[in-house]
């Protein structure tokens, strides 16, 4: 994979140009991507690389791969489906006029599943050909999982940055809600779509964000006796696999042995109920977010999503009301958690990528932080019998997000000995 | 002017056709646009008329004046700025979609000021042509206001809906912050972007919207007695004109006098601190969510414009978040006020329109609301002595608008009664 901080070295002390950087990129894509189908468009070389010889600035030499439902001006954004084929924008999502403003530069849009909801792309896990990437952020977990691209962005609206950063082994950082603006980026659920990334490792990612947003994020070494760690088993833990189930014991095991403190965290009933909060304020606010799409273009939308919008038209506005307040309970007692511990650690999905391309697999651990807003990172390092990777998720106080990125970065450095 | 109410119950009684009531608004337009400049855009008379004849649906015969920041398929949407001339987007705002959805008919796209901000527009007040109509949502307020559309959209980041109603003598109302979804409309600040609407009386826009969203928002008889009315002079009454003052006065004094119980509230310090905040809150998120502009347009925008940006971009990540967190404190703040109060009486904006097109007046009297996100009426009926209108503002709890519409119903027929 291509490490955003070993590249940002290599320009900075001269060692690369920013081209030369970027051209990298160019090369992976062309070399890797055709069994892979990790992106839906890929820039014009020689623009892309005209305009890293004149980029400055902090992010200059990072080529980045945009989940196909970011805007951009100078290329298609289709959103996933056939509805939007063609379409160009007039804009760049706000994020985007920032990262290039910065000096990245796009090396190409990835493949979103459907409005990134959940029918599958058809875009496949570098580690297995035969299994899922997960969704709806798929291109950009395999491009970077694939060495494509050193940074992609995604977004999560139920465990789309989560859940596939775990299914393709690499670094996700799904940022507290709204530090990094929507701006741009097609809404399915204003309440929830969170912009996230993907990286070679934690640090990779903290360094990149911060770099876009000038926001203090950067990983710092964290002295794992000062850490207290809540096992987080969560309601839903019958469903993770022993793979998985295994994985967490060891993570927990691995920050004990180095002198964390690790105590078990039982689910509040206000969390359990926020998870079934959660698809209520999804399905009833993407029946108002794809309305225009439902009135002139539903007979071309996949079944799941025709059920899903069908459903959320049907919920009365009250029983939004109260999701919502449920919603409001959830981010309180989530908070009160994070004064018996610093970092909640949890699955990052039910176990490896399924098999076969016919599901992106399940959200369950993931749409909670969703909902609450609380920063995660999905740490890559351990992988299942099969050498399919497992993914540990952690999670900290909302705005804690340094504290998660280097948390995150302590805990795959313990991962990465075996 | 043109009634909601009126319009609905005539095409209920078939007394006219949905087509024929479209009709008035066309004709309208064309009779009494010229000197206004309400309309940026008016929609093809032969389309809509032929629309608004095959549509059911419980808005059938209304017809719409959008802001043009609300993106429309069939019509161009440029935001007011040269930078976006010609502008045709692929599909409607999400609120627009449902507006058609339901049997309304798009009249026409109604001037802005540039991005919504505060560079006045061409747009003259019906009532003096010698004075502004307020903005950002200029067009929508005249154009209610001269009797050309029943309904007008407007968005409120500052005070862009309440405070050009009452400049221009009609209802506003701008609902609890997200009751209706901004997908689709151009983007200032997600943390205040507010949806409002304009329309001849207050229970007008209440049936309106509560026909759009299918809540129970359509305005009841309220008991005065029954009503507790904090008459909430705020830390910058001394910024309300003689006339303004005296016409709160005034408004309290005909609550009073049908048994309503008129407390005087002082402002807490947190919503003075809140006031300030919001400024910091608009122009940093500002500043990204127009990044594209900045970086490609930012010589075609007006100084006034160009300097908010620029101060924007100069505001720290960690001057942002204490400014949230005074929002945040602020909210709580505002929701105790409203365990000894029902509902507050404020000015809706510092005086009568100012006379001159150079400046769209003040939103002083209407930022904090936006910024706590509580539902607010301007409530017409009063004028100064040069016949000018003077608004009242009403403010309820968060997610009380049936009240706070209610509520405006009643003062709106306390004050006709001269």
Redesign the interface.
Known sequence: MQSVLKILAEVETGAVTPAEAVARSFDAIDRLDGPLNAFAHVADRKAALASAAKAGGPLAGIAVGLKDIFDT?DMPTELGTPV?AG?QP?????S???M??RGAVVAGKTVTTEFAFLNPAATRNPHNLDHTPGGSSSGSAAAVAAGMVPIATGTQTGGSVIRPAAYCGVAGYKPSF?LV????VK?FS??LDTLGFFAAGVADAAEFVARL???PLAAETVDPKALRVGLYRSGVWGEASPDMKAAVRDAARRLAANGATVTEIAEPGALSDAREAHSTIQNF?AA????????NHRHQMSEVLFKALEQGRSI??DTY?EARRTARRARHETTELFDKVDILLTPSATGPAPQGLESTGSPIFNKLWTLTGNPCVNVPGLRDKAGMPLGIQLVARF?RDRLVLSAGTLLETLLSDT
């Open positions: 001006h939007y379409r007039k804009t760049d999502a706000a985007v006029a920032m290039r403003a709204r603006p929507t701006v741009g809404t204003w309440s947003t000038g926001r606010e108002m977010a794809l309305a225009f799409e439902w009135e009365r506005p009301d705005a």
